[in-house]
Each structure stands twice: as structure tokens, then as C-alpha cells.
């Protein structure tokens, strides 16, 4: 058990939906990540927080947005949701740069 | 861009040794490895600084070299539970800092 959770751990939606997924760190984290790992492919860093800021942003698509929040939980909304979002979004969490925290994962299909 | 992993995929016979090769085409840093099981999230298996600090895990061990922005991960005697696909990590700099992942390694260890 890393200490990170995810929620939902699946999630079944259609095209052009809207969903949001769950993360809470570990006990003491202050960074948060987020990355899209699709089947049998790698992890694609998506965005960084840090204490509740924005610390940095990889490719992630203008219909994902996400936020920290001041009990540090983050959350990742992805709207207008297309065939090729079915993913695994994982969330991570670390106190040092470097040693992450994975979450189980959350994996979402789009029919 | 992401580091590049070699080789993509390797099959192994338990006690066999193998050896995971991480190139950046930028200079690195600090390097760190993941290993991800089958339907599970990566797992942190260690830390590699400049100067070749590092911390092993079991029989995998790990080198640096920063000239050739190069590291490579050292798995002796493997074990059939070293199965699994083996990340590098780094944290890259161009105007912000973003924790990306090279493009994975698969190993398989046969009994």
C-alpha cells in the first residue's frame, strides 16, 4: 500500500461526457502528479502541483483541467471525453523530487 | 522529449542476468527506476545522483553516467517476481520541471 488513493478505481462513460477523478496523497506529500498510461504504453505526465499551485504542465489536452486543493487532495476533470481518453490515470504523490508515490490507478473506458 | 530505454522487451531464465539501458538526448541530473508489475501501479526501486551516489534494491543495482547522459539498471540472478516493465524517471528542465518517465523496458523471467 503506497499510502495514495484513487477513486474511482473504474469508470465507464460515453463519448462527450464529463468525469472527475480522485486523488488524496500520502500523509505529508506536498507534490501531486498526474499521468495517462494507455494500454501497454507508457506514463505520460500530464501536470504537477505543489502545495496547491500549478508546478508544471506536460501535454496535457485543453479538455483536461485539474486542481490542488488546501487539504492537498487533487483532482482531475476531463470533459467532452473522446474514444482515445481509455486510459489508466494514475496519480502520484512525493516529498523529494524524484520517489513517487503511485496510486492504484483509476481506469477509464470511453464507449 | 522522453528518454529512450533499451532493450524494448527482454525474455530471461531465472538466475539470469540483464542489463536496462536509459539514454537522454538532455542532461540528466538524477535518474530513478520504476519497475510496474502486470496491472499494477510502478513502484519506486531506487535513486541515482550526480556522482554516482546511489541506493540498490535486492540484487538490482544501478549506474550514471552523466557525460553520456546514460543510466543503466542492473538486475543479477533475476527472480521470476523481477517481472514486470522497468521505467527510468527524470526530472526534466525547459522552463519548468517535469518528472517524465523513459519509454519502458519489458522483462520476463521464465522458471
Request: a neutral charge; proline letters at 3%.
Amino acid at each position: 500500500d503506497s499510502g495514495v488513493t484513487q477513486t474511482p478505481k473504474h469508470l465507464i462513460t460515453a463519448t462527450g461526457q464529463r468525469v472527475t477523478l480522485r486523488c488524496s496523497p500520502r500523509s505529508g506529500d506536498l507534490s501531486v502528479y498526474w499521468y495517462q498510461q494507455s494500454l501497454d504504453q507508457g506514463l505520460q505526465f500530464l501536470i504537477q502541483y505543489y502545495n496547491g499551485e500549478e508546478r508544471a504542465k506536460g501535454n496535457i489536452l485543453e479538455r483536461f483541467s485539474a486542481q490542488q486543493f488546501p487539504d492537498l487532495h487533487s483532482e482531475l476533470n476531463l470533459s467532452s471525453l473522446e474514444l482515445g481518453d481509455s486510459a489508466l490515470y494514475f496519480c502520484a504523490s512525493s516529498v523529494s523530487v524524484g520517489e513517487l508515490f503511485f496510486g492504484e490507478g483509476s481506469r477509464l473506458t470511453v464507449l | 522529449q522522453q528518454p529512450v530505454q533499451s532493450p524494448q522487451a527482454v525474455i530471461l531464465r531465472e538466475g539470469e542476468d540483464a542489463v536496462i539501458n536509459c539514454s537522454s538526448s538532455k542532461a540528466l541530473y538524477s535518474v530513478h527506476w520504476y519497475r510496474q508489475k502486470h496491472g499494477e501501479a510502478p513502484v519506486f526501486l531506487m535513486i541515482l545522483l550526480k556522482g554516482g551516489e546511489q541506493k540498490g534494491h535486492e540484487k538490482i543495482s544501478a549506474s550514471f553516467n552523466e557525460k553520456k547522459q546514460q543510466s543503466s539498471l542492473y538486475l543479477t540472478a533475476s527472480q521470476l517476481s523481477y517481472s514486470g516493465t522497468y521505467f527510468c524517471g527524470t526530472e526534466r528542465h525547459s522552463g519548468t520541471y517535469k518528472y517524465i518517465f523513459g519509454t519502458g523496458t519489458r522483462l520476463k523471467v521464465l522458471a
